[in-house]
């Protein structure tokens, strides 16, 4: 009896075809093609044609003659001479005659030529000569004697997949003919996975901001409960509460140049703690909406807060002056992030845009538009010139100054309302739906997934991560969750290369360009 085969969708052919075909290869990938000698000198021959055939046969002076002869023979062993009966001050094989030098009138004295042997072609045609003005007036001719060594010689002394020649004058490489590199996947760092350590309970409402107080000794939370917490970071206790906002805090930053804490909130209110006297000292009035974001200037007296009014507006803190108002996002501004280097100022917004703003001129210096959807997280990396930005798309890295594309790390499929990175290269994506991401910051392999359950007493649903934090010791990752708690998370230091392999597989699709 005959067995019926099993049906698969064309689709489900084609990747296993795929699949095959790259498990076939993977072992060769980037691999150098093996070079054949005779089809190279072929190519290389009609390379020189096609690049040199205007300076082929180039004057040669005598009294360099005698010198590139001697070089000659010191390198290659073998001694190309011209024919010694000729005495004429150049060997070319042109029809039309040439004058010694620019500027110089052609005479029957100055045009003297002859037809060169052979063997004074093969070595001396397209040697510069010594004297200066002849270097000037031939700056584009490349010495024969490393063509031919390059193209196929005896002599060569470098494999073919070397730069191919050398332009005389400077030294420089012809791009024309240089190989290629090979494209190569960079393998992963292996970072030990995270876990968690201890569960913060104390507030009452959703905990939608974190900041660590610059001693790394505690650090503040705000919540969806109007207060804002002070923890002892070691214990994990409470040690003070403000209360003064209104509606949720959706921001905190502490200076690390003046004992203050700064906050913002739905209620459109900025305010200015002072930490010594626990009291509200200043207040920034102007948003005409939520205020969704805030961050210091690491060097100057400068805060930026960002709105759901579509504005970021710089503060002097000081002089609660509003210093620029920085407009031109669409549609409300939910991230903000400072740096000491241009550009000073970056937002990520829900109209899907970052934009990188000129703080002196309080203008846009350049506008990213490769996400397709609300950018709600922004992250500066604290060594490189680089930074991520996420959205429900894709996490996408960036580089300094202009913003160029670097790469997406795509796997996250959910609301990313939070990003960390550490100095490690780790980092840390936090979603809508409670789950937390690990990258690796290079090659943006994804090492870890955590899912941590729900305090006890909370609804499934309420599992989302709305903030995340490294400590400044960059060995506890805080975050801060929709079940009311705050979550520290700490390497796990039993954790080894072999009991938590390095599970990397290069992409057999082409990763996106956007």
């Not at 590139?68 to 150049?90: E, K, M, R, V, W």
């Not at 996947?185 to 660590?212: D, E, T």
């Not at 504005?311 to 669409?330: F, Y």
Request: aromatic share 8%; hydrophobic share 35%.
């Amino acid at each position: 009896m005959v067995e019926d085969v099993q049906k698969h969708s064309v689709h489900t052919l084609v990747f296993r075809s795929l699949k095959r075909t790259h498990d076939m290869f993977v072992a060769d990938h980037a691999k150098a093609v093996a070079i054949d000698e005779e089809s190279h000198k072929l190519k290389m021959a009609a390379k020189i044609r096609a690049d040199y055939s205007a300076v082929l046969h180039m004057p040669v002076l005598k009294e360099g003659k005698e010198k590139i002869l001697h070089q000659t023979d010191d390198q290659y062993g073998q001694c190309f001479s011209a024919n010694p009966g000729q005495d004429s001050d150049y060997v070319i094989t042109g029809t039309h005659p040439y004058p010694s030098g620019p500027g110089i009138a052609l005479t029957a004295d100055t045009q003297m030529q002859k037809m060169p042997s052979d063997t004074g072609v093969q070595s001396m045609a397209l040697a510069l000569p010594l004297s200066q003005a002849r270097q000037d007036a031939s700056r584009t001719a490349a010495s024969m004697a490393d063509i031919h060594r390059h193209a196929g010689s005896a002599e060569r002394s470098q494999p073919p997949g070397h730069a191919l020649s050398y332009l005389e004058a400077g030294g420089t490489k012809n791009s024309s003919l240089m190989a290629k590199k090979a494209p190569t996947m960079p393998k992963p760092q292996w970072h030990p996975p995270w876990k968690l350590y201890r569960v913060i309970s104390g507030h009452l409402g959703w905990v939608r901001s974190i900041a660590v107080e610059p001693g790394n000794q505690w650090f503040v939370t705000g919540s969806g409960d109007r207060t804002i917490k002070i923890w002892d970071l070691a214990s994990g206790k409470l040690k003070l509460s403000l209360t003064g906002h209104i509606s949720t805090v959706r921001g905190v930053a502490i200076s690390s140049r003046s004992p203050y804490l700064f906050s913002c909130g739905e209620d459109k209110q900025v305010k200015c703690w002072d930490l010594e006297y626990n009291k509200v000292i200043r207040h920034y009035h102007g948003h005409l909406s939520a205020v969704y974001g805030i961050d210091l200037h690491p060097t100057i007296d400068v805060l930026v807060t960002c709105s759901r009014d579509s504005t970021a507006r710089v503060w002097d803190i000081r002089s609660k002056a509003n210093v620029h108002t920085l407009s031109g996002h669409t549609n409300a501004v939910a991230t903000v992030k400072c740096q000491s280097a241009e550009p000073q100022i970056i937002t990520g917004s829900h109209d899907t845009t970052i934009r990188l703003w000129d703080l002196v001129a309080g203008k846009t210096r350049a506008t990213l538009t490769n996400h397709k959807k609300s950018v709600r997280a922004v992250v500066l990396h604290p060594r490189q010139y680089t930074f991520a930005s996420g959205s429900p798309d894709n996490i996408k890295q960036w580089r300094f100054p202009d913003g160029n594309f670097i790469q997406n790390l795509s796997g996250h499929n959910a609301i990313i309302n939070t990003l960390a990175v550490n100095s490690d290269g780790v980092l840390v994506s936090g979603a809508d739906n409670g789950t937390i991401h690990m990258w690796d910051w290079r090659t943006g392999y994804n090492f870890q997934r955590i899912h941590a359950a729900v305090q006890p007493g909370s609804l499934d649903s309420e599992s989302g991560i709305f903030a995340c934090m490294f400590d400044h010791s960059e060995s506890r990752l805080i975050t801060a969750e929709a079940d009311k708690t705050i979550k520290v998370y700490r390497e796990d230091d039993t954790a080894t290369e072999e009991s938590h392999p390095v599970n990397w597989k290069p992409e057999i699709i082409k990763r996106k360009r956007f």
